[in-house]
C-alpha cells in the first residue's frame, strides 16, 4: 500500500509541505479510516481499530468519530502510473487490477450488524422506535456507501463533464442503482413508521411534506452555487482530459518513434536498414493517427497488414488502393493469399522499387490489382516445375471458382489481376 | 521555359528537402517558399507561381484557406501532403486544387505532376483515384436530379481505375485505345464533377465512412 508520507523535497529550497491524512478505502474494511489515519500516524492499523472500539463505549464518541473523519477525510489519491500504463488503461488495453474483493470483510460487518441489533433490541425493547432507526440507519449507510464507491470511481473516470446523477450513482451499474433505490426507499419507510407512532395518519402527512419542503429550501439555497462548482469542476476536468490526451500522444510517440529514431541512429551505416525502420514507422503512425483501415477481418483491414508485412520482409513500397470494403470469409480469404503470393512475387524478383495493390469490392464480385514496374518476365518460359505462380495464384484461385489473369512483359513489369465473383447478398 | 514553383509548407526542413528533388529537374524552377497562409498568400500576389505546392495542415486555417484567399488566378494548386485521410484530401481537391499527391512521391514523379498542373491538367495519385472512385460508387447506381454532374461516365470510370491500380497516363491511353490528350480530358471532367458535386452526396459517402 502506498505510504501518504510526503515524497522528499528534490528543488534547492525545499518548500515546507503539510503533512496530510487521507483515507484509504482500498486497504479498509468500512472507509479506509483507520488504515488512512494508521499510515498518518505511523502506528499500526489494529491499534487505531481497538482505539476506535474503545472510544465507542464512551457513549458511541468513536463511531461519531469515525464517521466524522469518513466524511472529511478525502480518499488517498491512487499514485500515478507510468504515462504508458495510463494511456493503455484509458484505452481499453489494460485490464484494472480489480477483482473480486474478498468478501471477509462483509461477512464480519453483517455479523457485527446482527450483533448490534441484539444488543438495541435489549436495550429499547422490540418496540417500533428500533425499527425505524434500523431502517434510516440502513437507508443511509446505503446511500453513503454508494456515493463514496462514485466518488471513487468519478477520479478514474475521464468523460467530460460531471454531472449530478453521475456524482451519485457512478456508471450506473445495476447494483448502484438498486443500492440507491433501496436506501431511499429504507429512510421513506422509517419517516413514515415514526410519524405514524402517533398514531394519526394527518401527522405522518405532516411530517413528510415539512420534511419534503425542508429538502426543497435547502436545495432553492444551496443549488446556484452547488451548480456554479459542478460547472468549475467540469471545467477542471475538460482541462485534465486534454492533458491525458497529451500524455497518450505523448506515450504512443515515445514508444514508437522515438524508440524507431534511436535504432536509426544506430543503423545510420546501413542505408537499407535506416529505410526499412523509416518505412515501417511511417506505416505504424499512419495507421495510428488517420486508422484508415477497416475494421479487423476486412479485406482492407488485411491489405494493409498484408502490406505493412511484405514491407517489413522486403526492401520496397506496397501501396494499397482499396475501393469498397467486405468481410472475408471463405470464399474471399484465398483472394487474400493469391494476393500476398503476387506481392511477395513482385517485391522478391521484380526489383522494382514499389509495388501497387488495388483491390474493388462490389456486391457481385472481388477484384485485386498487383502491379509492379519491375524488370518482368516470360510467361511461357517459366518452367512447368516452379509452383508460386501457378499453384499460389492460378490454381487456388481456380479451385475456388475465381480466376488469375498475369500479364507480364519482359522489361515493363507485371500485373496480376485476381477476379472472385460473389454471390449477391443485398 | 521552366515552370515557376511556390512551396508552400510549415516544416522548413520538407521545403528544403523538396527545393533539393526539384532543382535536380530542368523544367522546374522554385521561386519561392512560404510557412503558412498569410506568407503563403503574400507569396503568390509577389511572384505570381504557375503553380503551388501546398500542404494540407498549415498554420492559419490550411490550403484550403490559401486557395480561398487567393482567389481567381492563373496560379495552378497541387496539394503534397503527408496525409492521407480520406477529408484531407476530398477537401483540398473541392477547395480548387488541380491534383493530389503524397510525400512519399519521388522527385521525378512530382517534377512531372507539377509540369502537368501547369499546362491545365488533373494530377490523380493512385490513392486520390480510389478515394474518387469510393465517392462516387454511391451514386453511380442512383439517378439523381443532378445526374449530369453527380456521375462519372463509365469511360471516366476506366481511367480512374487504371490510376488507381498504378497506370501512368501514358500507360492508360494505350490500354483503352485513346489519346493522351483525351486521358487528360477525362481526368480534368472528373476533378470538374468532383469540385462542384452535390454537397449531399460527398457528405454522406463522408459520414458512411465515419470521417465526419
Known sequence: MSSAAPAPPTGPAPAYQPRRAFREPEAGYLGGVAAGLATHLGWPVAWVRVAFVALTAANGAGVLAYAALWLWLPTLAAEEPAPGLAAAERAGRRTTRRGLADIGPAVALAALAVGALFIAQLVFGTGLVLWVLVLGLGGVALIWRQADESSRERWRDSTGRIDPVRALVGDGGWAAWSRLVIGVLMLVTALVLFALRSGRISLAVDVLVATALGLAGVVLVAGPWLLRLLHDLGEERAQRVRSQERADVAAHLHDSVLQTLALIQKNSADPAQVARLARAQERDLRSWLFEDAGPSGSLSAALATLAADVEADHNVTVEVVTVGDLVLDDCTQPVLLATREAVVNAARHSGAPRVDVYAEASATRLEVFVKDRGRGFDLDAVAPDRHGVRGSIQDRMERHGGTARISSRPGEGTEVVLTMPLEDKS | ?212
Open chain 2, 1 to 212: 521555359m521552366s515552370t515557376r514553383v511556390l512551396i508552400v509548407d510549415d516544416h522548413a526542413m520538407f521545403r528544403a528537402g523538396v527545393r533539393a528533388e526539384l532543382s535536380a529537374s530542368p523544367l522546374v524552377e522554385v521561386v519561392a517558399e512560404a510557412e503558412d497562409v498569410d506568407t503563403a498568400v503574400a507569396a503568390v500576389a509577389a511572384h505570381q507561381p504557375e503553380v503551388v505546392l501546398l500542404d494540407v495542415h498549415l498554420p492559419g486555417g490550411g490550403g484550403a484557406e490559401v486557395m480561398r484567399r487567393t482567389g481567381p488566378s492563373s496560379t495552378r494548386f497541387l496539394a503534397l501532403s503527408v496525409s492521407d485521410a480520406a477529408e484531407d484530401v476530398i477537401g483540398t481537391i473541392r477547395a480548387g486544387a488541380r491534383g493530389y499527391v503524397t510525400k512519399t512521391i519521388t522527385g521525378p514523379e512530382l517534377a512531372d505532376a507539377i509540369v502537368r498542373v501547369a499546362g491545365g491538367d488533373a494530377v490523380f495519385s493512385p490513392r486520390l483515384a480510389g478515394f474518387v472512385l469510393d465517392a462516387f460508387a454511391g451514386t453511380i447506381e442512383v439517378a439523381a436530379v443532378d445526374e449530369d454532374l453527380d456521375r462519372l461516365t463509365e469511360r471516366e470510370r476506366e481511367v480512374m481505375r487504371l490510376i488507381a491500380r498504378g497506370y501512368s497516363y501514358k500507360e492508360v491511353a494505350g490500354e483503352l485505345f485513346i489519346s493522351v490528350k483525351t486521358v487528360e480530358t477525362h481526368m480534368s471532367a472528373v476533378l470538374r464533377k468532383l469540385q462542384l458535386s452535390s454537397r449531399h452526396e460527398l457528405t454522406r459517402w463522408a459520414s458512411d465512412r465515419r470521417l465526419l
